[in-house]
């Protein structure tokens, strides 16, 4: 402002010193001209009476260095000059103001120097007896006397410089002073200029106009961040350059940074090629999906681009966590292909001995070993049945009743109905512990006792043991199967649990069994809000232990 208030006031004094200039400059100058020549006119007419008197004695006897005298005959010979040998002079019948004199009998001009910093003024008087008599007079030209006044003009305007600028920031820090001090907090609070009322006026309406809209902002980022802080997906808002404009904890949990990326390159939180490319191309085209891997989990990145009125102002990444999806996927697809051999395998043998027999390729004696085997393969394609469909059950999480279960007494009664198993491998089947109530679901605990018993007794070697043991924890309830079988190696004791998943195949085909049993036993457990412990040896057996909580009574 000090600066603006400088030059206006530089400009208007400048504007003011020369209009002055040329106003006095002009109007005097034409003045004192005119005053000049009239006096010049005066001393013409008395020095041609004294002329007519006294004749070139008079001329002789003037002492004057302001003005000139010249007496020209009528055929403009010089007679007489003041200032120069008239016998020297040339012929002056040819000047203006001669020819004017001896026509008129007056006669006036002016003539420039060769440097034009001077004007010599001609006044001429026809005299009496024929002659002429010229007075002149030098005076200085409007250009000399303009570069006369040139250095008090000068002096004059570098006082009115150093007065502008002191008057410019005193005035300026007056003007600014009290805005500096205004309360824009409360506009219509201050007590300054009335100029400025409909300004302040027009900040209030507006700082009104921004706490709302600031409000309103505020309240949308915390809606956004209360959102996108509770969701499971990671969610990343980019600029058009890539930079960090938003990030919610799944997704600083994900890309493992924290809140200080704000403001980064994504690119220096996430190096993967694989991401940049994606990011990349969602950039140019619009959408990309990338499927990535962290920390023994599967992720899934959606990544869009965000536009506004046609230009590309950021682009959006959702992170979700598809591992859970994946395996079931997976797991569908395993299942599927297990039902399909598992089912595959009885009915070719069922097929295949129906064939033999149809086609009269059996001999009537061996008639009841093919019919043994079609019955055999028919009974354990129904048990895959019904252990497929109790497990879908199990996966649907159908209701079932709850009720006082006396745990003791229901593993006497399955190892009562394995006795014939045990017996015909002369395995020795024993129950232990002390009766246990709990209240709970009858028909799981019914399967995971026969099933868990079952599994002891099919890998179990002959004259083997196994016992089962029931006892009370604070929780609930704990269940113990062990047995003296084969065992099993420490490197299948994490997968045991899978559907269809077999230690050895070939002695699981040769007991009969699906490998449906401690999957059934795995959800069974997870049902009833249990846990369940594998211990292990090769050789010497298999000890798993099942932790039933009690359940509330619905």
Not at 411 to 438: M, R, W
Request: aromatic share 4%.
């Amino acid at each position: 402002m000090t600066k603006k208030i400088f030059r206006s006031m530089v400009i208007t004094a400048g504007a003011v010193l020369l209009a002055s200039l040329i106003i006095i400059m002009g109007c005097l100058y034409e003045y004192f001209c005119g005053v000049q020549e009239q006096q010049l006119k005066d001393e013409l007419s008395l020095a041609a009476a004294a002329v007519e008197q006294g004749g070139a004695d008079y001329l002789a006897s003037l002492q004057s260095d302001r003005y000139r005298l010249t007496w020209v005959s009528a055929d403009g010979t010089v007679l007489y000059d003041t200032q120069a040998d008239a016998a020297a002079m040339e012929n002056h019948a040819q000047r203006q103001e001669i020819r004017q004199a001896l026509l008129a009998g007056q006669g006036e001009s002016s003539r420039y120097s060769a440097t034009l910093l001077e004007k010599t003024l001609y006044c001429a008087r026809r005299l009496d007896d024929g002659t002429v008599l010229r007075i002149s007079i030098s005076r200085a030209t409007a250009g000399v006397l303009v570069l006369g006044m040139l250095q008090p003009f000068l002096i004059v305007l570098v006082v009115a410089l150093v007065l502008s600028a002191l008057l410019a920031r005193r005035l300026a820090r007056h003007i600014v002073e009290p805005l500096n001090q205004l309360d824009l907090e409360h506009p219509m609070d201050n007590d300054t200029y009335e100029e400025l009322s409909p300004l302040l006026g027009r900040i209030n309406q507006q700082r009104r106009q921004i706490d709302a809209q600031m409000q309103e902002l505020q309240r949308k980022r915390d809606e956004f961040d209360q959102i996108t802080g509770n969701m499971r997906e990671g969610l990343v808002l980019l600029n058009e350059k890539g930079v960090i404009l938003s990030i919610n904890p799944a997704a600083r949990t994900l890309f493992r940074t924290g809140s200080a990326c704000v403001g980064q390159d994504f690119l220096t939180i996430e190096r993967s090629s694989d991401v940049s490319h994606a990011l990349q191309t969602a950039m140019e085209q619009g959408h990309s999906e990338i499927h990535t891997e962290r920390e023994g989990r599967e992720y899934q990145m959606d990544m869009s681009r965000i536009e506004s009125e046609g230009a590309v102002t950021g682009a959006v990444i959702l992170a979700f966590d598809v591992t859970e999806q994946a395996l079931a996927q997976r797991n569908r697809r395993e299942f599927t292909a297990n039902v399909s051999h598992e089912l595959k395998t009885p009915l070719q043998s069922i097929m295949g001995s129906a064939e033999l027999m149809e086609n009269g390729l059996v001999k009537p004696e061996d008639m009841p070993v093919f019919i043994g085997r079609i019955r055999s393969e028919a009974a354990r394609l129904v048990t895959l049945i019904e252990d497929i469909i109790r497990l879908s059950q199990l996966d649907e999480g159908v209701e079932m009743p709850v009720e006082c279960v006396e745990l003791y007494a229901l593993a006497q009664e399955t190892a009562q109905s394995l006795s014939d198993a045990a017996e015909a491998k002369s395995i020795s089947l024993t129950v232990t512990g002390q009766p246990v109530t709990v209240h709970s679901v009858r028909r799981l605990l019914s399967e995971i006792l026969y099933n868990l018993c079952d599994n002891a007794i099919k890998y179990n070697v002959p004259g083997g043991r196994v016992s089962v043991d029931v006892a009370g924890t604070a929780e609930g309830a704990a269940i113990t199967v062990s047995d003296t079988g084969i065992g099993i190696p420490a490197e299948h004791q994490a997968r045991v649990f899978e559907r269809f998943y077999r230690v050895d195949k070939s002695h699981s085909r040769a007991s009969g069994g699906t490998g449906l049993g401690l999957s059934i036993v795995k959800h069974a457990v997870q049902d009833l809000g249990g846990t369940i412990r594998l211990d292990s040896t090769p050789g010497q057996g298999t000890s798993i232990r099942v932790t039933i909580p009690e359940k509330e009574n619905e």
